[in-house]
């Protein structure tokens, strides 16, 4: 009943609606002026939209992060033994050169040998010159510039000598002048055989002398060899007593070491960053799936987290190597690690104008333009490609 009722009444507004319509009062009717503005309005909106979304164009980024990298590789220094360490000689941060010395071990054992076997070497070569100067001696009759005992000993003997075979001689002759008158002839062969010793005792002094000196000199020699091969041997040991730097650059620990601390060989202890402030290179970190977008040569834009872009300037770069394949994670996750190089070297603050050096290890948000597409198409792919 009460459903009828209602229907009736509807029957009863649609008919009194329907012959208003057909009145003079709703056909001389106008709409208010800010109605028609406002659907003008409308249509003109939705009518610049879609011009926009037909001729605008949005560029296809893909976004990373990365790291700072000079173009030098980093180097690294790894423990040579195991052992204490007795003295540090840098501080982290330093500038170092190539072969200076960051550590060394404690190593006397070695170091005993070497001052041991290196005063033997000085010895050795001071008798091997001695030796030397006395052949030179026996042989020339040259004296060296600095006389030494050995030289002084040889020298008075063969002067001794010489005179008492000068003297017997000189007895010989004087005998043999008055013989046989004065000299019997049993004292002239007397006087003959005393000058004959003589000058046999010297020509033997002067040949047993020489041959000693010959066989002291090879020995001497023999005996430099042995000792400089010794003292390479314990050489190589020092050297690994010292960790000395690889290359030039900043040095950096790897591991805080102090002294007197035990390391193990093998064990990474510090990298030496080399700088190069107009060689800087970004190593960016790209996901497989946007690695096929990407092309060298393709323009980067760097920024850095810890320098908000609000107050610093971003920096420019371009792609200049792109690997063949990933880099696995222990994770099992992987990537592409893209090499980038910086254009620019320098962080610009917008409010000072102040330049900051850009350095390695430094963190970077990383943006890169793959290609420009219409407008209206990201709109087509998010509402009905991505479904």
């Known amino acids: 009943m009460i459903y009828g009722i209602s229907m009736a009444k509807e029957n009863i507004y649609y008919s009194e609606l329907k012959d208003f319509k057909r009145t003079r009062i709703f056909l001389e009717m106008t709409l208010p002026n800010i109605v028609k503005y406002s659907n003008w309005t409308i249509i003109t909106i939705f009518f610049c939209a879609f011009i ?193 730097s690889p290359a030039d650059g900043f040095v950096y620990q790897s591991k805080v070491i102090t002294e007197g601390e035990y390391i193990t060989a093998g064990q990474e202890i510090l990298k030496i960053v080399p700088y190069e402030s107009d060689k800087l290179k970004m190593i960016i970190n790209i996901n497989p799936s946007d690695i096929a977008e990407l092309k060298e040569n393709m323009n980067v834009r760097i920024s850095f987290p810890k320098y908000p872009y609000s107050e610093y300037s971003s920096v420019n770069g371009y792609i200049s190597f792109i690997p063949k394949d990933t880099i696995t994670l222990e994770d099992g996750s992987s990537y592409f690690a893209v090499e980038t190089t910086l254009i620019d070297n320098n962080i610009i603050s917008r409010r000072t104008k102040n330049e900051i050096p850009i350095l390695p290890g430094m963190i970077t948000n990383v943006k890169i333009i793959t290609r420009t597409e219409p407008l209206y198409l990201y709109f087509y792919n998010e509402l009905f490609m991505k479904r």
């Open 52 to 244: 926009y979304l037909f001729f605008a164009k949005y560029n296809v980024v893909v976004k990373s992060t990365g790291v700072i990298r000079p173009s030098v590789d980093i180097s690294k220094s790894i423990s040579p033994m195991n052992g204490f360490i007795t003295k540090k000689c840098f501080q982290d941060g330093d500038y170092v050169h190539k072969g200076d010395i960051l550590y060394i071990f404690e190593n006397n054992t070695s170091q005993t040998e070497f001052d041991v076997y290196s005063q033997k070497l000085v010895n050795t070569e001071n008798d091997l010159k001695d030796s030397q100067s006395i052949l030179e001696f026996i042989e020339n009759g040259t004296e060296p510039f600095i006389t030494t005992n050995s030289i002084m000993v040889v020298k008075n003997t063969l002067q001794k000598l010489k005179l008492q075979y000068e003297q017997n001689k000189n007895n010989y002759e004087i005998s043999k002048a008055l013989s046989p008158l004065s000299v019997s002839s049993d004292e002239l062969k007397q006087k003959e055989l005393a000058m004959i010793e003589a000058k046999i005792a010297y020509e033997n002094y002067l040949i047993e002398k020489k041959l000693e000196v010959t066989e002291r000199i090879a020995a001497g020699k023999t005996s430099i060899d042995e000792i400089k091969m010794n003292l390479n041997k314990i050489n190589s040991s020092l050297d690994n007593c010292f960790i000395k």
